[in-house]
């Protein structure tokens, strides 16, 4: 069975204080790898789409990576407004829908 | 564009009343999605539609769910009767070979 798991559940951070949220996954012939972010109230919203280990993708503080195993959102120098919910999700090459993991909550704290 | 667009926004029912959310998608995207949403489960995909024929409804947790798609501008997701363990935020989904775009989604409480 598909499975994505994301760590940690929740991570409090000061501001400025880099650090980096995991998604690990177990997606049989994986095609993608998508971030979102959720903010209270709202659905989650479109970050990014990762394909093959090795790459990398960036949106202003934020840096997405990939490996045969895991996936890593790295936030540099994070901001209050950074404080959302980050999903993670799979979609196998068997073209079913994405995956999710539980999310990580990120707290910002000025 | 508008966005997937969902109503209600909330809803407040009683056990053993039926509930209709509803959903329309980007104009053009030619897949849609009901997903739940809960703190213990996270994310689950009920159901997908492609062009729109229900396409894998294997998460539909029971008989008293069941979801259409008339035409390729709107989508029902209904639950009849309701009860309080269906209490959860109901999100729609739309996509055209893309990454999903999702709606702000229906808070549902049963009481």
């Known amino acids: 069975e598909d499975q994505v798991t994301q760590s940690p559940e929740a991570l409090r951070l000061q501001e400025g204080e880099s650090s980096s949220l995991n998604c690990s996954y177990t997606?049989?012939?994986?095609?993608?790898l998508f971030w979102y972010r959720q903010d209270p109230g709202k659905g989650p919203e479109f970050l990014f789409t990762?394909?093959?280990a090795g790459e990398e993708k960036e949106k202003e503080r934020l840096k997405a990576t990939l490996t045969k195993k895991e996936s890593f959102l790295h936030i540099t120098a994070p901001k209050p407004e950074d404080s959302a919910t980050y999903l993670c999700?799979?979609?196998?090459?068997?073209?079913?829908?994405?995956?999710f993991g539980k999310g990580t909550r990120l707290s910002v704290i000025a | 564009d508008a966005g997937v667009i969902q109503s209600p926004r909330h809803e407040v029912t009683e056990m053993g009343q039926e509930v209709t959310l509803r959903c329309k998608p980007i104009?053009?995207?030619?897949?849609l999605f009901w997903y739940r949403q809960t703190m213990m489960r996270g994310l689950e995909l009920l159901i997908y539609?492609?062009?729109?024929?229900?396409?894998?409804d294997s998460g539909m947790p029971e008989d008293r769910f069941s979801a259409k798609m008339p035409n390729a501008s709107f989508s029902t997701l209904k639950i009849q009767p309701s009860e309080p363990r269906d209490s959860a935020v109901y999100f729609c989904?739309?996509?055209?070979?893309?990454?999903?775009?999702f709606g702000n989604g229906t808070r549902l409480t049963v009481t």
């Open positions: 990762l394909y093959s």
């Open positions: 999700a799979g979609i196998s090459s068997g073209n079913t829908p994405l995956v």
């Open positions: 997606v049989s012939g994986l095609r993608g």
């Open positions: 539609f492609n062009n729109n024929v229900p396409i894998d």
């Open positions: 104009s053009g995207h030619n897949s």
């Open positions: 989904a739309s996509s055209s070979n893309s990454p999903l775009h």
